[in-house]
């Protein structure tokens, strides 16, 4: 990788890492559904224009039930059970527990290969690890933040689903094509319910942030993504997912207050780490 490859991945992991100091501060004023589906309108704004130059579109055709299922388990239950899970928890903490998406990929590509080779076997005993000194910390088992805990651990686990079906059900299909197709239709799908639990106009503040969110931690990093597949490969561009976290818990700790506890920062630790060795060719 040359300098401007590294300093590319650096604002790709601080760009998806502002995604949840973000969604917390709009979600002070709007309700869940409006923020997914101002956050995946703003994001199809942006991609569509790039996938429909490079011609990617019509790939969606040929496959339209595969990339509706992707649709709804990388995007559309993910961002709503991550959205609803951060009103109850820490930025920081949500950044953290969404870094689990290459365990739960792990577990489940064990289920369907019906193997588990030694070396996954370590890195999910360490990720999950991870997950259990957070839960027994920072996250309360029997309160909110429990709830919200498991919340974005499913929605992690969703991802990853997506991800394997996209691999594995339609690799045919251009992952720049899949990420508009996901966006438009997450957006068409939740606004009836964004129509129904938002009954007023947001301050200008918060608006200016859902811009943000949506057009430059969402789409702007999808884009900034696909670029550095073009140029490192996606082995190595898929490196700011581990820069993400990170990046979370410190805009969460500078801009938000939020307090990080050592024991917050080894369970990143181990769950980082846990990925690393569960996707380690």
């Known amino acids: 990788m040359t300098r401007r490859d590294v300093v590319l991945l650096i604002l790709l992991g601080a760009a998806w890492g502002a995604a949840y100091p973000l969604t917390a501060v709009v979600l002070r004023e709007l309700s869940a559904p409006a923020v997914v589906v101002a956050r995946t309108a703003l994001s199809a704004i942006v991609l569509f224009p790039l996938a429909a130059h490079r011609g990617t579109l019509g790939a969606i055709r040929a496959r339209p039930a595969g990339v509706l299922v992707a649709a709804l388990l990388q995007v559309t239950i993910p961002l709503v059970l ?44 360490t ?17 909110t933040s429990g709830l919200a805990g498991a919340l974005l651990l499913a929605g992690a686990a969703s991802f990853a689903a997506g991800a394997i079906w996209t691999e594995r059900v339609i690799p045919e299909v251009p992952p720049l094509a899949t990420a508009t197709a996901a ?19 947001p301050h200008l503040s918060t608006v200016v942030w859902l811009v943000i969110l949506g057009v430059a931690a969402t789409g702007g990093g999808l884009v900034l993504f696909y670029a550095l597949v073009r140029r490192i490969g996606a082995v190595r561009a898929n490196l700011a997912a581990y820069l993400a976290p990170g990046f979370a818990v410190a805009y969460g700790a500078v801009f938000l207050a939020e307090r990080v506890s050592l024991k917050a920062l080894a369970g990143l630790a181990l769950i980082l780490a846990g990925s690393y060795i569960s996707v380690r060719r």
């Open 183 to 201: 966006m438009t239709i997450s957006a068409i799908a939740l606004t009836p319910f964004a129509v129904m639990t938002t009954w007023h106009t």
């Open 127 to 143: 990720g999950l690890c991870g997950v259990a000194l957070l839960f027994l910390s920072d996250v309360h088992i029997g309160g």
């Open 82 to 125: 991550f959205t609803i899970g951060q009103r109850y928890i820490s930025a920081g903490l949500a950044g953290i527990l969404m870094a689990t998406q290459p365990v739960w990929a792990a577990i489940m590509t064990a289920i369907v290969d019906r193997t588990f080779p030694p070396r996954q076997f370590a890195g999910v005993l």
